[in-house]
């Protein structure tokens, strides 16, 4: 489903997942809009604590410690922001195991991919049950289109519906300009995107 960027992606996620009263666990540290849409969807973000002393990954005992009847999704994010933390498949894998003994969402922010300066991304919907997995991407970082409002969700067939429909009255849909640059930016030379991560890295260093 095509999305008002990553933004977009997660609200709208979140939105069809959960209800009012509902809890969802989100990193700590992590990205502030979590905790926003989740308030303003009438629902409490619960932080579960990544370590700075283990490098910030995610403790998947840690993460299990925090559910409760009221939990609806765990949100994970890798790479992390602000942390820059690229969780390994195991970790992810962990998580899965978690959701599925608990019936719980997993919530993928996978809007940093592509900008990985050591080791490799690892999509959390290729290591379990995909069915549970809901991955918000977005076309910002990559492309560096931030201010074009594109991005996407990859979901299961009947909750991508339920996400167009829910995005429907509030935003119809990203503009039609923007998903032509999109397109364009998908079919245009993919080595600029190496050429921005090794300038980002070198900055970095």
């Not at 498949?89 to 050591?118: G, P, Q």
């Not at 397109?183 to 995107?193: D, H, I, K, S, T």
Request: hydrophobic share 40%; aromatic share 6%; glycine share 8%.
């Amino acid at each position: 489903c095509v999305t008002t960027g990553g933004c977009g992606g997660l609200f709208s996620s979140l939105l069809v997942l959960t209800d009012p009263g509902s809890e969802v666990l989100v990193p700590d540290p992590g990205w502030s809009n979590y905790a926003a849409i989740v308030h303003v969807l009438r629902s409490t973000a619960v932080g579960y604590p990544l370590d700075s002393m283990n490098g910030f990954a995610i403790d998947p005992d840690v993460v299990e410690s925090r559910i409760n009847a009221r939990t609806r999704a765990i949100l994970v994010n890798s790479p992390n922001n602000p942390t820059g933390t690229v969780e390994g498949a195991e970790r992810l894998r962990a998580v899965m195991d978690i959701a599925e003994r608990h019936d719980l969402w997993v919530i993928s922010d996978e809007c940093y991919d592509e900008l990985v300066f050591e080791g490799r991304h690892v999509s959390t919907a290729t290591l379990g049950d995909s069915s549970r997995v809901v991955t918000v991407f977005t076309f910002s970082k990559t492309y560096a289109m931030t201010g074009w409002r594109v991005g996407y969700v990859v979901a299961p067939a009947d909750v991508a519906r339920q996400i167009a429909l829910h995005q429907e009255p509030v935003v119809s849909c990203a503009s039609t300009i923007s998903q032509h640059a999109a397109l364009a930016a998908l079919g245009g030379p993919q080595n600029r995107v190496g050429v921005m991560v090794d300038a980002y890295r070198a900055r970095r260093d």
